[in-house]
C-alpha cells in the first residue's frame, strides 16, 4: 500500500462547478498537509497548507483535513478554466520534516 | 527573477551518455532537493541536501551522482543513460524552519533517452 493514495482522474468538469479532490493516507505521524498546483510543463506550486486536523479556506479553495480518517480533500467553487492543471496532495510529518510524500496527482479539466 | 532556476529545460540524449542538470536558488534556503516525475506525474524524492550535506538518498541507482559546491547550488549528473531515466527533474528547496516544510520547484528539466 503507498504512503499516500490519490485518484489520478482526470476529472473534467464544467465552467462554474464545484470541484473535490482528494488524498488517503496510510502514516499517523503526518503533521503538514499540503495541495501543490503544477500546470503543464511547469513545476509544482504551493496551493495551500493546512497543519493537523480542521479546514482551511483561501478564496475559492478550501482544504480540509480529517486525521481520524486519515484523509484530505481540496474544494475549489465557482471552477474556471484557469484552475485546469494537476493537483497533487502533500504531506509530511512534524519532526524534522525533510522528506515530503507526495500523491501521484489528479489531472483537472475545467470546460468553458 | 527565478527563485530556482535548473538548466537545461530540455535535453535529448542518447543512451549511454553522460549528462548533467544543474540548479541554482536565490531564496537563500537550506535543503535542496532532486525530485523525478515520472509520465503519470509520480513525483519522487531522490536526494536532499542540507547545507551541502547529503541527508536523504533514495534509493537511487548510483548512475545518478548529485553535487552541492554550496548551498544554493545542486546539480545532478547522471552517467550511462537508460531509456528508463526519461523524465522530468525537478529541482527544489525548503527553509528547515517553514511550516510544514513547504516545497519550492523549479521549472523542471524534461530528459529524454532515446
Known amino acids: 500500500q503507498k504512503e499516500v493514495e490519490q485518484d489520478p482522474g482526470p476529472l473534467s468538469v464544467p465552467e462554474g462547478a464545484i470541484v473535490s479532490l482528494n488524498c488517503t493516507y496510510s502514516?499517523?505521524?503526518?503533521?503538514?498537509f499540503m495541495w501543490y498546483r503544477q500546470y503543464s510543463r511547469k513545476g509544482p506550486e504551493l496551493l495551500m497548507y493546512?497543519?493537523?486536523?480542521g479546514n482551511k479556506e483561501d478564496g475559492r479553495f478550501t482544504a480540509q483535513v480529517d486525521k481520524s480518517s486519515k484523509y484530505i480533500s481540496l474544494f475549489i467553487r465557482d471552477s474556471q478554466p484557469s484552475d485546469s492543471a494537476t493537483y497533487l496532495c502533500?504531506?509530511?510529518?512534524?519532526?524534522?520534516?525533510?522528506?515530503?510524500?507526495f500523491g501521484a496527482g489528479t489531472r483537472l479539466f475545467v470546460k468553458a | 527573477d527565478t527563485a530556482v532556476s535548473q538548466t537545461p529545460k530540455y535535453l535529448v540524449t542518447q543512451m549511454g551518455n553522460d549528462k548533467s542538470i544543474k540548479c541554482e536558488q536565490n531564496?537563500?534556503?537550506?535543503?535542496m532537493y532532486w525530485y523525478k516525475q515520472d509520465s503519470k506525474k509520480f513525483l519522487k524524492i531522490m536526494f536532499s541536501?542540507?547545507?551541502?550535506?547529503?541527508?536523504i538518498n533514495e534509493t537511487v541507482p548510483n548512475r545518478f551522482s548529485p553535487k552541492s559546491p554550496d548551498k544554493a547550488h545542486l546539480n545532478l549528473h547522471i552517467n550511462s543513460l537508460e531509456l528508463g531515466d526519461s523524465a522530468v527533474y525537478f529541482c527544489?528547496?525548503?527553509?528547515?524552519?517553514?511550516?510544514?516544510?513547504?516545497?519550492?520547484f523549479g521549472e523542471g528539466s524534461w530528459l529524454t533517452v532515446v
Open positions: 527544489a528547496t525548503s527553509s528547515r524552519g517553514s511550516a510544514g516544510n513547504t516545497i519550492y
Open positions: 502514516n499517523s505521524a503526518f503533521q503538514y
Open positions: 493546512t497543519y493537523s486536523s
Open positions: 502533500a504531506m509530511t510529518g512534524g519532526t524534522g520534516g525533510f522528506k515530503t510524500i
Open positions: 531564496l537563500g534556503h537550506d535543503t
Open positions: 541536501y542540507n547545507n551541502k550535506e547529503l541527508i
